[in-house]
């Protein structure tokens, strides 16, 4: 079922809809500046962090006038210690500068598309073990199976994988999935084409010696 599908049920239903873009937003698909564009709907809710701040730590959750003064009308408060501290505004408003100055959701379109590319070459030399190369931008996935019929996912293997990886050549990816198979690469937005040559180069190492 397509998010537009969900979106509309979660609304006759009477709920509302949350888009999380701590890991997807400010630029990092590429084609959108958040994640939720390429479903092709508009959330009630939006949570952004991380990346936000570029390591500092600050968040946002974003929605509209209707839905926050129906918040206030339930008598709950929100607090914050930190809430809107002038350092954590103008580390944010930086980050923000520096993803436009330095185009860097054009880099991730074009690096993540030449990524993908090279992840689906590993996949051509490794079809038994790579089962799918999927993403967009600078967020990619790769299904690690246990054989290429019948795609049954293989978490242990993808374990082994990216602790071979941090060992042998200092690189740290992670797991993802309902079943944790999926090797995911979320690298930083200045991630370079040297970068990613030297991951595919690393990965396709650790395949070889399974």
């Keep these: 079922m397509c998010v537009c599908c969900i979106c509309r049920h979660v609304h006759e239903a ?4 949350i888009a999380d873009e701590v890991q997807v937003g400010f630029g990092r698909v590429g084609n959108c ?6 479903q092709g709907v508009i959330p009630d809710i939006v949570t952004i962090g991380k990346p936000m ?3 500092h730590p600050v968040s946002s959750v974003i929605t ?4 926050a003064k129906r918040f206030a009308s339930t008598g709950m408060s929100y607090f914050n210690t930190f809430g809107g501290n002038p350092v954590s505004m103008a580390i944010a408003e930086a980050v923000l500068t520096v993803i436009e100055n330095e185009s860097l959701q054009e880099h991730a379109r074009t690096l993540g598309e030449y990524l993908l590319q090279q992840l689906l070459k590993l996949q051509a ?3 038994t073990h790579i089962g799918d190369v ?6 990619i996935g790769l299904d690690i199976v246990k054989d290429k019929d019948s795609r049954e996912p293989n978490p242990q293997l993808a374990s082994e994988i990216i602790n071979n990886m941090l060992k042998k050549h200092k690189i740290i990816v992670s797991v993802d999935g309902p079943v944790r198979n999926v090797i995911k690469f979320k690298p930083p937005m200045c991630f370079s084409r040297e970068n990613a040559d030297f991951l595919v180069d690393s990965l396709k190492d650790v395949f070889t010696s399974l």
């Design 33 to 38: 500046f958040w994640g939720f564009e390429l």
């Design 14 to 17: 009477g709920g509302l809809c």
């Design 53 to 55: 701040g570029n390591g």
């Design 64 to 67: 509209t006038p209707e839905i």
């Design 125 to 127: 030399k490794f079809p």
């Design 134 to 139: 999927r993403g967009v931008g600078l967020f």
